[in-house]
């Protein structure tokens, strides 16, 4: 089974934190999607910014998180944004 650090943006401290949130392979990451697992890491850990959000993207589409484009970074955006309480739906 192929671990997280093998896709892009995945690196061994994401990896870590994404194993205490429930999501152990990339499997498991696709089948949360990127916005379901960045919920998941902020509930555990609030700290946790919109490059994280945009690095699970990027691995779910095989790419560098500074290459998503724009309306998908703008969506992920908002998203974002609603679960930091700046309006919006999460969810």
Known sequence: MADLTSMKN???EMARKLAAAGVRTP???EQAGAKEAFFR???LYPNVC???LYALEGALRDMD???LPQEVKADLKE???ALRGKGGSAL
């Open 10 to 12: 995945i690196g061994a």
């Open 27 to 29: 499997q498991e990451l």
């Open 41 to 43: 890491l902020k509930v």
């Open 50 to 52: 919109l490059v994280h």
């Open 65 to 67: 998180f500074n290459s």
């Open 79 to 81: 998203f974002s944004d």
